[in-house]
C-alpha cells in the first residue's frame, strides 16, 4: 500500500467521477425536459387548439408544438391540465373500484335476483355528502314498544313503505324481463362486465416509470401519458363543451351564460347534463331491445357522469351557496352593499367566487364539527335526521352510486333551508339586534391599511405566531364547549321534563344494555349476512337494509310531546341567539378597549381587535377554571399554586424575553443589513431601520429556521431545541436555556451585528481611503462577509468529497474483499505463514 496514491490514479478517478456526474446530469435533464417541458407543452397546446374552434388551428398544430411563444405560461397551464387529467383518471379507476367492490345498483346488475327488495335503502337517512351533516326526511324505525318506551317517530315505517315502492317502480323494471329471458342462450353477454379492465402485466415503480432508475423506459411512459392527457381533453373536455355550448346556443342562453364570467364552466356542466339524460334515454333504448352489453356500459357511464355531477353540487355549489348567504346577511356588518359585492365580482370574479366557496366550506365544516360534538353528549337516537359522519358504514360514494337522483335532490334542498336558516338565526338577526341597541358599535372596520405606528405585518405575524397557536393547542375549547351544551342540555331537560329524551335514563341503561346488543347482533344475523357468492355487494345492500339506527336508546315519553320539542326548540333558537349575540360584541369590545391603549384612537382592523379581546376572554376563562378546580384542596395549596405558577411565570417571562424577543429583533436587524438594505436602498441614501418590524420579520425567520433544525440532521443545536420542548413549560430549565441556547445563539448573532461593523466604522477609516470608499465599505460589507462564508462552507463540502473521492478511488484499486492487498510485491520471499484467507467480495 503506497502512502499516497500516484497522480494518474487520482486523475483517472476524478475523470471517471466527472464523466458519470455528466451522464447523470443529462439523464435528469432529459427526464426533467420530458415530464416538465413536453408533457405540460403538449397538453397545453393540444387543449388551446381543440378549444380555438377553427380547422386551421388542427392544421397548424405540429408547427404550434414547436413554436417558442409564451413558452413558461404555456408549461404552467399545462400543469394545470395535466393535473386535472390525473385526477380525472384517478377517480375513474377509484370509482370503478367503488362499483366492483360496493355493487353496482340493482337496475344495472340485473343479472342477479333482486337482493331483499322489499327493504331496499329502508335506512337510508338521507344526509348529504355535503362535507356537513345535512338534513334528511326519513326516520329511523320504530324500537320496541316495552317497558312504557316509544320511538322517534312512529309514522316512519309508513313513508319509508311509500319511498321504497317508488324506488323499486323506478330501480326494478328490468328485473323481471331479466328473469323472463334468463335462458335465451345469450349467456355470455350476461356474464360480461364492462368494469372488468386489464391491468398492467408489469408492475411499475415510481423511480422506473419516472425514468430516475436511469434507463430510457420513460420515454414510452411519456407517449402514452401524452396520449392519454389528448384523450381525456377529447373525452372529458372537449365533447361535454361543445354539447352544452351547442345546446345553449340552440335554446338561446348563450348571452346569459356569457355575462356569468364562467362561460366555460356553465357550458361544460351544462353539457355533462345532457349527456346524462341522453344516457339514460340510450340505457332505456338498449333495455327494449335486449342489448346486454351496451345496456350495461350505458349504465356504467351514467354512473359515472351521475357521480361527477353529483360531487361538484356537493363541494362545489353548496359551500358556494354558503358563502354568499353568509355574505349577504353580514352586509350590515360591514356597512357594505350589494352593489359593492357585485363590483368587486365584475372586478375579479374568480377571486371573489372562490373566497365565497372558502368560506362556505369553513361554515360547513365548523357546523359538522359541532354536529359531532353535540352527538357525544346527546342520547343515541336524538339526531336520527342528521347523518353521522362518524359512523363507519358512511360511504357518501356509495350513495350516489346507488340512491336515485330526486333522494339527493331532496336532500340538497333541506340542506339549504336549514343551513340557510342558521344563518339568519346567527347572523342576519344578531346584526339587526345589535344596530339597535348599540348603534355606535357596528360597523366593523376592515380597511386595508392603517394610520397607526403599528404595521399590519407585524399585527398579522403576533395574530399568527402568538394569538391562534395558544388558541388551537393549548385552548381546551372543545372541553369547555362540550361542558357548556352538557350544562345547557341538563337544565333544558329538567325544565320541560325531557331529561330522559335529551340525555336518556342512566338506571335503565345499565339493565337494557345486555337486551340492546342481543338484539343489535339478532339484526345483523337477520339482515347483514351476505348469501354465499354475493361478496361485497351483498354486505352492501346489507347494510342498507338494516332496520334501526345503530346504538339507538330508548327513552320515555311525556305528556304533550309535542308542545315540549317545540318548546325545546324554542329555547335553542334563544340561546343560539345570546351566544351569538356575546360572540359578535364581547371579544370586538374587549379588544377595542385593551388596543386603544397601545394605538391611541387610530383605528385597527377588526381582526386584530377581536383576536384581542378573544385571547383576553380565553386567559380569563382559563384562570377561573384552573382556580375553580384548586378550590376544593383548600388554601393552603392555592397558596402553594399560585407561588410555583407565579415562578413558572417569571422564568416564563424571562425566556419569553430573550428567545421572543432579544433573539428575533437581532435576527431580523441582521437580515435587513444582509438582504434587505443593499437591495433596497440606494448608496446615495441612509437606510432607516424599524425595530418593531425588524423583530416582526425576525419571529417569522426564527420559526423558520427552528423547523428547519428539528427537519436537518443532529446536532447540537437540534439537541438543545428538542430538549427544551420535551422539558415544556411546567418543567422549564432556566439555566439550561440561557447557558445552552440564549446565550450561544446571542453571541453569534451579536458577533455578526458587530465585527462587521467594527471593520467598516474603526479599521478602514485607519487605512485613509476615501469617503466614498467608506461609505461602500460600510454598506456593502454585511452581504460581502456573507458571500465569504458562504464560500468557505463551499470549499469545505468540496474539500470533504474529495478526501471521500480520494478514499473510493483507493478502495477500488487495492480493497479486496474486506482486506488490504500490497502495492508492491517482493520476489522471492514467501510469508512463514500461510496467507489469510480472503473474504468474500461485498
Known amino acids: 500500500m503506497p502512502s499516497r496514491l500516484p497522480i494518474q490514479d487520482i486523475f483517472a478517478g476524478l475523470v471517471t467521477s466527472i464523466g458519470t456526474a455528466i451522464r447523470y446530469w443529462f439523464h435528469y435533464t432529459l427526464v426533467a425536459f420530458a415530464w416538465l417541458g413536453v408533457v405540460p407543452l403538449t397538453a397545453c397546446r393540444i387543449y388551446k387548439c381543440l378549444f380555438t374552434g377553427s380547422v386551421s388551428s388542427l392544421l397548424t398544430l405540429p408547427l404550434d408544438m414547436l413554436s417558442t411563444d409564451n413558452l413558461l405560461a404555456d408549461c404552467l397551464q399545462g400543469c394545470f391540465v395535466v393535473t386535472c387529467t390525473l385526477c380525472a383518471f384517478i377517480s375513474l379507476v377509484w370509482l370503478r373500484e367503488q362499483i366492483v367492490h ?36 326519513d326516520q329511523p324505525a320504530n324500537p320496541p314498544a316495552e317497558n312504557a318506551v316509544v320511538g322517534e317517530n312512529p309514522d316512519a315505517q309508513d313513508e319509508q313503505a311509500e319511498e321504497e315502492e317508488e324506488d323499486n317502480e323506478e330501480e326494478d323494471d328490468a328485473g323481471g324481463e331479466d328473469a323472463a329471458d334468463a335462458n335465451n342462450g345469450a349467456q355470455d353477454d350476461m356474464n360480461w362486465n364492462a368494469l372488468e379492465w386489464d391491468r398492467a402485466a408489469e408492475e411499475l415503480t415510481w423511480e422506473r416509470m419516472l425514468g430516475l432508475d436511469g434507463s430510457l423506459v420513460f420515454l414510452e411512459h411519456v407517449f402514452w401519458v401524452v396520449s392519454l392527457n389528448t384523450l381525456f381533453i377529447l373525452v372529458f373536455a372537449f365533447c361535454p363543451y361543445h354539447i352544452g355550448h351547442f345546446s345553449l346556443v340552440g335554446l338561446g342562453f348563450e348571452e346569459h351564460v356569457q355575462a356569468s364570467h364562467f362561460e366555460g ?5 351544462v353539457g355533462y347534463i345532457l349527456l346524462a339524460i341522453t344516457l339514460i334515454i340510450c340505457h332505456g333504448l338498449a333495455t327494449l331491445v335486449k342489448f346486454h352489453r351496451s345496456r ?53 370574479p374568480g377571486t371573489t367566487m372562490f373566497l365565497h366557496w372558502l368560506v362556505g366550506m369553513v361554515y360547513v365544516f365548523y357546523f359538522a364539527s359541532f354536529i359531532l360534538l353535540l352527538r ?81 405585518l407585524s399585527l398579522e405575524l403576533l395574530l399568527l405566531q402568538v394569538v391562534l397557536p395558544a388558541l388551537l393547542e393549548q385552548g381546551h375549547t372543545r372541553q369547555w364547549l362540550k361542558g357548556l351544551v352538557r350544562a345547557w342540555t341538563v337544565t333544558a331537560g329538567y325544565l320541560l321534563d325531557l331529561h330522559s329524551y335529551l340525555l336518556g335514563d342512566q338506571e335503565e341503561n345499565e339493565n337494557s344494555a345486555n337486551q340492546q346488543v342481543n338484539n343489535n347482533q339478532h339484526a345483523r344475523n337477520n339482515n347483514a349476512i351476505p348469501v354465499v357468492g354475493e361478496g361485497l355487494h351483498a354486505a352492501h345492500q346489507a347494510i342498507l337494509q338494516q332496520g334501526g339506527p345503530v346504538g339507538f336508546q330508548p327513552y320515555r315519553r311525556p305528556l304533550n310531546f309535542p308542545l315540549r320539542i317545540f318548546l325545546l326548540i324554542v329555547f335553542m333558537c334563544i340561546t343560539l341567539l345570546i351566544a351569538s349575540l356575546i360572540c359578535l360584541t364581547l371579544p370586538v369590545f374587549a379588544g377595542r378597549w385593551l388596543m386603544s391603549f397601545w394605538t391611541g384612537t387610530a383605528k385597527i382592523h377588526e381582526l386584530y381587535t377581536a383576536a384581542c379581546g378573544l385571547y383576553v376572554c380565553w386567559l380569563t376563562i382559563r384562570a377561573v377554571t384552573v382556580l375553580v378546580a384548586w378550590m376544593p384542596q383548600g388554601r393552603r395549596v392555592i397558596f402553594q399554586k399560585v407561588k410555583e405558577w407565579s415562578l413558572m411565570i417569571m422564568k416564563t417571562l424571562i425566556v419569553a424575553v430573550l428567545l421572543a424577543g432579544v433573539v428575533p429583533l437581532l435576527l431580523g436587524l441582521l437580515f435587513e443589513l444582509v438582504i434587505v438594505a443593499p437591495l433596497r436602498v440606494p448608496l446615495d441614501q441612509t437606510p432607516l431601520f424599524y425595530p418593531w418590524q425588524d423583530w416582526a420579520l425576525g419571529v417569522l425567520h426564527a420559526k423558520i429556521i427552528a423547523a428547519i433544525t428539528l427537519m436537518g440532521p443532529q446536532w447540537w443545536l437540534k439537541t438543545v431545541i428538542e430538549q427544551v420542548y420535551a422539558n415544556g413549560i411546567r418543567n422549564i430549565d432556566l439555566h439550561y436555556i440561557i447557558r445552552k441556547l440564549a446565550a450561544p445563539v446571542i453571541s453569534v448573532l451579536l458577533l455578526s451585528l458587530c465585527v462587521p461593523y467594527v471593520i467598516a466604522s474603526g479599521v478602514v477609516p485607519l487605512l485613509g481611503v476615501t469617503a466614498e ?5 460600510h454598506r456593502r460589507i454585511y452581504p460581502f462577509l456573507l458571500m465569504v462564508v458562504v464560500l468557505m462552507g463551499i470549499l469545505s463540502f468540496q474539500v470533504r468529497q474529495f478526501k471521500r473521492l480520494y478514499e473510493h478511488i483507493k478502495n477500488d484499486k487495492y480493497l479486496v474483499g474486506q482486506r488490504l492487498v500490497n502495492y508492491e510485491r517482493k520476489s522471492g520471499k514467501q510469508g512463514t505463514s500461510p496467507p489469510p484467507p480472503q473474504s468474500s467480495q461485498e
Not at 335476483?113 to 345535512?134: C, D, I, K, L
Not at 350513495?399 to 333522494?407: D, G, Q, T
Not at 470608499?773 to 465599505?777: E, K, T, W
Open 102 to 137: 360496493g355493487g353496482a345498483p340493482i337496475w344495472l346488475e340485473h343479472a342477479a335476483p333482486p337482493f331483499n327488495a322489499a327493504g331496499h335503502h329502508q335506512n337510508e337517512a338521507p344526509a348529504g355528502g355535503n362535507g356537513a351533516e345535512n338534513v334528511a326526511p
Open 296 to 348: 350495461r356500459l350505458l349504465g356504467v357511464c351514467y354512473i359515472v357522469v351521475k357521480v361527477s355531477l353529483l360531487v361538484v353540487v356537493e363541494i362545489g355549489v353548496f359551500p358556494l351557496i354558503c358563502g354568499w348567504w353568509l355574505d349577504i346577511c353580514s352586509l350590515e356588518m360591514f356597512d357594505a352593499t350589494l352593489k359593492d359585492r357585485e363590483l368587486s365580482f365584475q372586478s375579479a
Open 265 to 269: 364552466l356553465i357550458t361544460t356542466i
Open 376 to 456: 357525544e353528549v346527546l342520547r343515541p337516537g336524538v339526531l336520527w335526521f342528521l347523518r353521522n359522519l362518524n359512523d363507519p358504514d358512511f360511504n357518501p360514494v356509495q350513495e350516489m352510486i346507488h340512491l336515485p337522483i330526486y333522494r339527493h335532490l331532496r336532500r340538497f334542498i333541506l340542506s339549504v333551508i336549514v343551513f340557510g336558516s342558521i344563518v339568519l338565526l346567527m347572523l342576519w338577526l344578531p346584526i339587526r339586534i345589535i344596530k339597535s341597541l348599540l348603534p355606535n358599535f357596528l360597523p366593523y372596520n376592515v380597511m386595508l391599511y392603517s394610520d397607526a405606528p403599528v404595521s399590519e
Open 773 to 777: 470608499m467608506q461609505n461602500l465599505v
